[in-house]
């Protein structure tokens, strides 16, 4: 085999995300075969000496300080962009306007608008040969992809029922330290955007059926919170300083949303009558760490997924009644998507191989010049639906539409 | 101890219900010291060849065929109703001004008019010392009967969140047949007061809070079933035709609703900003049997429940982080609630137990003169809500309050 | 249906197993379409005043005080004996030369030799039409009889592994009182013949194969405990006195062996290489309150039970393969053993209804004239096991066949 | 922070274990502060064609195909050997003496006097700072650690109970293909020593206490294998060819042994009675994929871990009685061992971090001049038990002391 081309990543952004991304940059050509070999050519910042420890720990060969001169740098063939929401619209359009392949972290923008026009670009773009992808890196957990692939197979049959929660608890301590991620100007919107995204690009992917109606009820349960010095972590059980100035909360604590599919789902024929589904995002869920869970339930068979026990897919099948039961399938097999480049069966992957496998499906998609899944018009029409949410839950859940 | 006087239960009904409440009259007793000793004096069906063999393979002294005339014996000291919904009002309001006491299976009516009506001729009647309970006999399962005193304890602090499931999976067959609990004029409604009502009593019971509004969703999957000789039972395996002539199903198959609690729980000061919650009742949940499912999370700790697996309650202490954890209770202790009458530590009770304790709750109330709960007042705030919900069905989802 | 003739029983013991068997008596009837109609003719005690009461309680229509009057009387049938192993030689010998039925409780006696004059005389008495069962009530939970009907259709190829596990924790506690349990004299043996002889015949009739040969261990890990007034219950979180006078412990506090079991199982073609097992029996498994499990491996499935959660068969079949796991069956649908006389599917059941199936299947057979299953000769081969592991455990856990 | 003194590498083997190996040396310092820089500087197999893809594909810089010329190599300071426990002496033994460390994997070696000689060349090593470490990486899984920090706290108070299994099922197809795993000559010994080692290690290491005697059951169900091309893998769903000229297993395909613990653990009184244990290993329990589970019950509380669910650690705290309840500890809190350096709370790890964690530990060991652990003295311990085990077995389960 000829050693392939190098692609030269320069990423923007190196706090949480920035760590799984530089992590699945170095370790995918590791353990798949991929069509470009890639490096990690420079990593920025705005804080010169941050970036450096950063760039100096995660293993980045050189940085910058000013995200328009990484994307200058003919040294640089994609942009991976960690960077909080309102960010994301001008850095992603400034790189593929460069003729820079883009990964771009979810949500993908905080409005429609900034996602029309970021997906515009990209379209304009691809027709160049310049592609783009949105970060929903739970579509690369091997059990949710083999979800996909049960519903795809027709094992469901039709869908009728989708309940999705998002639940963590970082959030429940009232003194747990304001963040970014609960500031709107930055993030947009708080756990609807934040993991609530995460369910609706899960469970659309999944079940192969769009949105088409949402309504929505939205919480804040606590509206001020100490400000820390460092307000870019996730949280955690950082410390808390109950008489530190307080910064005011913008965003929804919690997102309940009902919703209706659309009737076109794998099968494509439009006879399907739809699905229900139930939504539920929240950070103040108390015992839930990571608790993304997607329950799927159609006139076959179901299936069941918890992150929290991630190399997991429960499975239900009709057919075997009376002796039916939700099987434990440990997605764990050689056969299973992504599983057989990994250890032998039995041996569990964690939460950064979902950006591993990002990383793989990207530079297969870019080596074989297709567009890459999630696009960003998938992103889109995530975006969509969190804008209806919000419409809705602004206007008594009252149902709203999503276009 | 002197031997208590009888109370001469007189039961109208004979399937499931009639079954479930035959076993507890019989075995309350036998487990449990009551101020009154049940005795299983008259059972009453419209069919006479029905009865006869109903009451003699479930032990009844006698029959009748009117349950007027059951209500007119003068040996008759309480009238158990275990009849579809379109027969309660009627039958207890006769009954509670016959002096005679009540126990009435759940949903209380089929409408709120009905629930008011029974309600105002209660209050009257416990007045004069003649009693009267709705059946939401989940309550006496020991594990929620557990979450109700812990949450009661503070032990969860502030409430923040519900969810309330109920799943089921027989309806999912399209070839399943027709009953009674599809067709609105017997039941009222379909899977809402069903196994809605259930969640609703359950969650509102365990938080100490009501519902005060709710946003809602119904769906039906299968508008038409092959009508079957027998429409009493509930469903199950049964033979199905797909030649069959087809009943029209006139009910909801699937409730999906939002809701928000007041914000006055077990501390009853109102400064609790309230929770919000969201509650789900199918039987197109494939694979899910009877999962009966609460959870609940507070500003402390948070308690989980599956029926399915009813005799463990989960309940998360954030005061043992970091080491904290969902503690699955297997609610089998001597101190537990009913549970020091029935077997040593880690021997499980089943479905039927919660009717025994029911009998219970209501003879020793009963014998001590005061208002068993719940009361029809209770029940009727449950009917509220089950109005609300399908009142905001009706107008595309709209904020609905309860009252 | 003409009405079955009565059969009318006179129990020995009231204690836990005392209230266990009323129970099954009294309600068999209620559920299921027996060929004798049980009556509760006798209950017998050697205190007066305690028999009496709890005759009253759970519902017998006369006492004995001597089990030797009780055989005597012509209006017995049968004689259920539910004391201490020490006594049960004696009296179901007795019952059987007096031409009663007997039902006795398990382990089948103190000894082998004992075991052995019991199955004598219960053969001889088979001849003359007049029967007898040993109480491993464990075999009527739904779950384990399903476990056994798909073992013996096969599904789980050739038997390779058998774990077997009863954990409880009841005397975790060095101070919990001191019980006739702890008795040798009384007893027989620790939680050996306490609760390992169940997991014994549990593992032998769900495999169809017996256990040949075994390497044991004991421990006695607290030789001295408080007396109590009552030394007749379970015990549980009962009084515990650290400055009572202590009692000698004279049995086992745990029980660990390996076993191998017979090559002709259900196919008794003798060419199947036979299954190896462990066992391990313990009351000091903290948080394990009732946890009987039970495991087989076979070269074409798996079983998996564990009583904490009754209701529930975990069933691995390999032909799923790569989509396989253990499938969760909720025990609960019409098709699985006993269940279709209870409850709607999803509608577990407890702990006591296994005596009930036993009393059903006990009337069964002695209506039909058959000898019911497990006879004293299949609890005979359960005490030669029991023997064995004593044994072994005293020769310095050498390898021991069972004869 | 000057930059640390980089550790260069020398690898013997590719295949499971060394893609493992590789993996941790490039990841660890990415997420962890280490007193040195591991260099990934030589990979050494006999294969020359292997060695260089391996090297290439794993990421080392160099190849060599005799691991005598690795050792001589100046520019080596460690060997890490990942091959077959026959070659683990003579090459642990000519590194040590050449002056490198080395991290060797499980078992140490293939039998008792090897392990001895390693042990006693390591010791002679140690002394002039050349260190030795042996790869039982699961001590490395947070929860395992976890675990073993709670004991150590004295939260289960003494020690009771040890109950381990091992289970796999990759060869329950009796035509899985032969590999140098069921060879005796390569592999010592079959599931004894490759996952039952891994069963002891973790028993011992977690309780404090040593094993000091056993009384074992060997058994192989499968006595002849299709020979494959390649016996390098570790099997897993490979083609099988049940016509294919077969080979001989040689070694155990279950290991089953009862043992007693010392009665001295952290508390280092010797007044403890010790623990007893049972342990099962096999890669013939259908549906286990790779369940380690190590259950420990104390006198105050209990633990429970099964690999399957890595992340997770059940402990039970009697104190908190009567709602005690195994709590699931999800092992994702920054407290928690080794989880602060890698992502927020629930975000679950892999099986390959224990081998990180393993690079962890051993450099930050040389970093000190201090011992590591497991110590080769420590991994002998392991090798006397398997021993022990095997003359047990051999001699009819007879106790077996451990020396």
Known sequence: MATPKPLRVGMVGYAFMGAAHSHAWRTAPRFF??????RLTALCGRNDDGVRAAA???GWDSVETDWRRLIERDDIDLIDICTPGD????????????????????????SVAEAERMTEVARDAAARGVFSMCGFSYRRTPALALARRMVAEGRLGQIRHVRAQYLQDWLSDENAPMTWRLDKSKSGSGTLGDIGAH???AAQWVTGQNITGVSAVLETFVHERPLAGNLVGLGGHGDTDADAPRGTVTVDDAAIFSVRFSPDGFDGDGTSPGAVGVFES?????????????EVNGSLGSLAFDFEDMNVLSFYDAAESPDAG???IFVTEPE???VGNWWPTGHGLGYEHGFTHQVVD???????GEQPSPSFADALQVQRVLSAVETSASEESRWTKVN
């Open 33 to 38: 075969d991929l069509p470009l070999d890639p």
């Open 56 to 58: 100096a720990k995660l």
């Open 87 to 110: 960010t994301h619209a001008e850095i992603a359009i400034a790189a593929l306007e460069a003729g820079k392949h883009v990964l771009c972290e979810k949500p993908l923008a905080n």
């Open 199 to 201: 369910s609706i690009d």
């Open 282 to 294: 929240t950070r103040y869920a108390l015992g839930r760490k990571n608790a993304m869970r997607l």
């Open 326 to 328: 939700f099987r434990r």
């Open 336 to 338: 299973h998507p992504y």
């Open 362 to 368: 990207l530079v297969t998609a870019i080596g074989a």
